[in-house]
């Protein structure tokens, strides 16, 4: 069965510095999709940045991009430029491609960006 | 493009009793998800449609909940009865057939308290 696992529960950056999240997965699957998703206060889930893994070039987004380690099953999210709209709970998802498509989260990273 | 909606917004109500919840996914998506996010987790799938057609529900404790997607759009998850546990918050997501078909976009949420 596909596992995510977020390290760290809780993560603090000084505005305008960056910070990287760290997310580890377990799949059996050769074909699948990472996420990174954003949940602030509000509770809206919002989609931060994906990567498909049959690339090698690691995908950004704008402020955003990730590391993608593929042999070691690896996805961090790196955000430059921390904002205080940044503060949120981030959350690293795994999709095996085909079938059900089902998500599956990591439990998630509380991050708070300090003025 | 509007985004998915979710009504109420927020539910409170005792144990024993029955509650429901409505979403309505972006147009012309034909994938719909149910997830149920605890306090402190990431969300876990319940229920996944591929239009009015269920594709997985084998997260779904199906001796109390129930849901269904009549005309392949808007959808109703059912809570009957309710436990305490079931107090979280219920995440609806809807995905495209098309190119990017393995990104889901969520809707607000409809928070449950079970007294």
């Known amino acids: 069965a596909q596992t995510v696992t977020q390290s760290q529960p809780e993560m603090s950056v000084q505005e305008a510095e960056t910070v990287t999240l760290s997310c580890t997965y377990d799949?059996?699957?050769?074909?699948?999709?990472l996420f990174w998703y954003k949940q602030p206060p509000s509770r809206q889930m919002i989609l931060v940045i994906r990567?498909?893994?049959?690339?090698?070039q690691n995908a950004t987004e704008n402020r955003f991009s990730v590391n993608f380690q593929k042999a070691a099953k690896s996805f961090s999210l790196k955000i430059s430029d921390s904002q205080l709209g940044d503060t949120a709970m981030y959350f690293c998802a795994l999709l095996e491609g085909a079938g059900s498509y089902q998500l599956t989260f990591g439990k998630g990273t509380k991050l708070s960006v300090i003025p | 493009e509007a985004g998915v909606a979710q009504s109420p917004r927020y539910k409170i109500i005792e144990k024993r009793q029955s509650v429901a919840f409505w979403c309505n996914p972006i147009s012309g998506h034909a994938t719909l998800y149910w997830y149920q996010q605890i306090l402190g987790q990431g969300p876990k799938l319940l229920i996944q449609?591929?239009?009015?057609?269920?594709?997985?529900d084998s997260q779904l404790p199906k001796d109390r909940f129930s849901a269904e997607r009549l005309k392949g759009v808007d959808s109703t998850l059912k809570i009957q009865p309710a436990k305490l546990e079931d107090s979280a918050v219920y995440l609806c997501?809807?995905?495209?057939?098309?190119?990017?078909?393995?990104?889901?976009?969520f809707g607000p949420g409809t928070r449950l308290l079970v007294l």
């Open positions: 449609f591929q239009n009015n057609g269920v594709v997985d």
């Open positions: 799949t059996s699957e050769n074909n699948y999709y």
């Open positions: 997501a809807s995905s495209s057939p098309g190119q990017a078909q393995e990104t889901q976009y």
């Open positions: 990567q498909e893994a049959y690339k090698q």
